[in-house]
Every structure is written in C-alpha cells, then in structure tokens.
C-alpha cells in the first residue's frame, strides 16, 4: 500500500519563519558562525558615497557572502549563482535576505568590482583576516610548509597563437651569484667575469591571442594549453598560508622566492620546507638553508643518458680540487662559468685511449666536462636531510596536505578552468577559492571543537566515574559483611 500525495497542500498558506527552514547542521550555518562578517564594513570604508542621494546600494556582508557562496560550492558564474540563490532558502538566509526579497541582479557584483574594488586589495585582506582567525583559534601549524604549484586552465583556444620574442627575465639572486662567482675565479686564479651593459636576449614564446598573459603549458608529449600556475603554500592542517599567480610557462623555481618571500612572519614557528624535486636547485636550497629552515626534499633521479657513466661516479677530491673519473684519470678545474657551475675538464690524449671512453662522452674532441655549481654545498646538505627519517617523513605528508588543497580546489570549488581572462581576474579568483577553503575548514574545525568536551569537564567527570564506582564497590563489601 501506499499513499497517494495530493499536491493541493502546496498551495496553503503557511506561517513560517525563514531561520526554520535551514537545517541545523548546514554548512552555512557553521560558516556564519565561524566568523563576524561584520569586519568587511570597516574593509570597505571609503569605497561607497557618503551622500544620501540617489538609490541605495547592496550591503557589502551581503554583496561578499554573494561571492562567497559561488565559490564555497564551486558554481560555474554569478549568473548561476543568483539563479542557485534565488531558489535556495539556506542562500537566502546566509546573504540576509527574506523569503520573499528580490536578491540583487546577477550584474551587481560585476559593477561594483568594476567601479570599487578594482585595483585595491580588499579581496587579499579578507583571505588574510580569515587566515587571521584560523591563527587565533590555534588552528594553524606552521612547524612545516608545505610548498608546490598547480595549472589552472585558461579561457583561450591553443590554435589561435602566435610567436613572439620576450626578454628574459633576470633571476633575484644573480647579483649575489655573480659576487660568488667573481670570488670563485679569483681564488683559482682567475679574472672576474666581464661586468657592464649585457647584449639583449631574447627567447621565442608561444602566446596566445585570445588571453596574451597567459603561458603555453606543456606536459609531456601531447598535453598542450594556455594556463597560469598558482604557487601556494600551506600548513600541517591544509591552511593556505600565501600563494603567488603567474603565466603558465614559468617554472616552479622561478615563482618560489615570491611565495618563500611572503612567509617571513612565519620564521619564528616554521622549521621545515617541504618541497618537490621541481625546486630541488642550488639557488632555492641556498635561500631555505640561509634562512635556518631544513628543506624536505625528495630523490631526483640523475638526468643522463643511457649507458654513460652517472654524475655521482665521478668522484670530487677536495684537497687537490679536481674530479676523479671512474677510469681513475683527473679532471683538472678549467673555470667558472657565468652560470655559476665550475668546469672540470679531462686530458683529452689520455681519454683518446681509455677503454671506457664509449660510457663517459660522445664529444668529438675526447673531452669529458663534469660541472659542479658554487652553491652545490646546500644540495649535499638538503641530501644529507633526506636521509633524516623526521624529514622524510615529512615529506610524505605532501600527498595528504599540498596536494590534497589542489585536488579540493579543483574537484570541489571548480579552479580546474577558468572563465576569466587576464593575470589580475584570475588572481581574484585564487583569492576568493584560497579564502572560502579556510573559511570552509575554519567553521568545521570550530563545530568540532564546540562538540567536544573541554579537559575540565573530562577530567572532572572521569573522578565523578571512579567516585561511584568507588561507592557501589564500598555497598557490596558491606553488604557480604553483614550476610557473613
């Protein structure tokens, strides 16, 4: 059997309040008690009329929460968005507004980005203040950081390019580098490279014409698309402490000291770095050491060909300065190279005659150079850290922490693609994702923590247990007593 529904019920009238209506366990409810919203009115001062003329505009907790939903579930547009709150009662009650109130048209954001917030960096103080709270509830633990990049798929065809020649950016450690290099030379006797104006360099890029500031990403053989890279870092607790955006075809290590750089005010609690074998070079090792922090690395395979002798089988001694080959020849040093890497060359009449010569190099003059950079000291040391098991076990958490907010980021809160064009919207973007995953795990870890007992309460009902266990233990010893 079964009843039969009668759809007539839908259409009386019902006394209701709003708050009723939205389950006690949702999500937005946490949210909205996770944080007082209200600090985004002293964010916005200056950037509304003071005057009373004309129409009011929407509520600025209003207007934020707005955004905040489209990115807490990850939907598509703001278009979407006021569609999905317009409908939803749980949206409507987060946002402030009445059953029955017109929520704002899905245009308003769009304008008020455009004629208040654009240009400022209100966006990245409301991730700071979220990050702020999660830091004040004890939430955040930046013992370790955990650092890496993700590619976030641009809004543009990868047929409609075009080739240009851009100048080659100029790495933020090469004055300290050519300081160490000049030092270098002069201590084998050699003269400072030449300083002055450089030639101008260029490369050939491919980029695109339908988003020009994004980047050619390539993976692997086939894989090939416009997108940016988000550098992010983040804590033990997947808190995302800072990030950095930029065009797809920039290197990880190029966009670390950005990202690094904004993690100052956490030296004092930070003591390691965990980072992949993309960053695992002389200049990111030298910055991490230097700055009393241990770098979790992991094994980066040797990149040499097939059937030649690996870079670790030629052995470096150090009183005499040379490289010893696995024929047990000397490779005399040659010079420092503006590159930072020292040359070790071997005698090339010796090398003509050696039975090992087919396994060492293919040169057509017989000579085998092995490098060695000015700042290969801070790699054996990030090596000899891997052998660590504290460290190494830390770098195992990467699976778990970094790599787990980009696979939320992307499969819950729709950062896989974009719809936005251009380097500042798709850093708004990051922003409000980064913001709404701390906002998102602050309010969660705040409903757990009001849920569970404090260690007063637990510690005084543990002695209230043992109490009546201790008294029911007394009755019955008196009880056998008197029956004996």
Known sequence: MYEKKNRQSQKQIQFVALDDLVPKDHILRAIDEAIDFSFIYDEVEGMYSTSQKGNLGVDPVSLFKIVFIQYLFGIRSMRQTIREIDVNVAYRWFIGYGLMESVPHFTTFGKNYKRRFEGTDIFERVFYRILDEAQKAGFVDTSAIFIDGTHIKANANRNKKERVKVDQT???????????????????????TKKGPKPPSGKSICKSKTDPESGLFVKGEHERCFAYVANTACDKNNFILDFVVGAGNIHDSQMFHGVYKKLDKYNDTNEVVAVDAGYKTP????????????????????????????????????????????????????????????????????????????????????????????????????????????????????????????????????????????????????TLTFACMNLKKLAMWKKKKRKLPSAVSSFLTFLMKKFILRLNFVDKYDESTCCG
Not at 170 to 192: C, F, M, S, T, V
Not at 354 to 361: D, G, N
Request: with cysteine.
């Open 170 to 192: 100029i790495k933020n450690y090469q004055q300290e580098l050519e300081k160490e290099i000049d030092a270098d030379r002069k201590k084998h006797g050699k003269k400072p």
């Open 283 to 430: 200049a990111i090792m030298r910055e991490i050491i230097k700055n009393g922090k241990i770098p979790s690395v992991p094994y980066k395979r040797p990149m040499t060909k097939q059937g030649f002798f690996r870079k670790y089988e030629y052995v470096y001694d150090e009183y005499y300065d040379c490289m010893i080959c696995p024929a047990n020849q000397v490779l005399k040093y040659s010079t420092t190279n503006k590159e930072g890497y020292r040359e070790y060359k071997s005698d090339a009449k010796t090398c003509k005659n050696c039975s090992l010569l087919s396994q060492c190099t293919n040169s057509k003059n017989c000579v085998k150079v092995i490098t060695s950079h000015v700042w290969s000291k801070y790699m054996e040391l990030a090596e000899e850290y891997r052998y660590v098991p504290k460290y190494r076990d830390i770098y195992k958490l990467r699976s778990q922490t970094i790599e787990r907010v980009f696979a939320d980021a992307k499969e819950k809160h729709a950062m896989r693609y974009t719809r936005m064009s251009g380097l500042e919207k798709i850093k708004l973007q990051v």
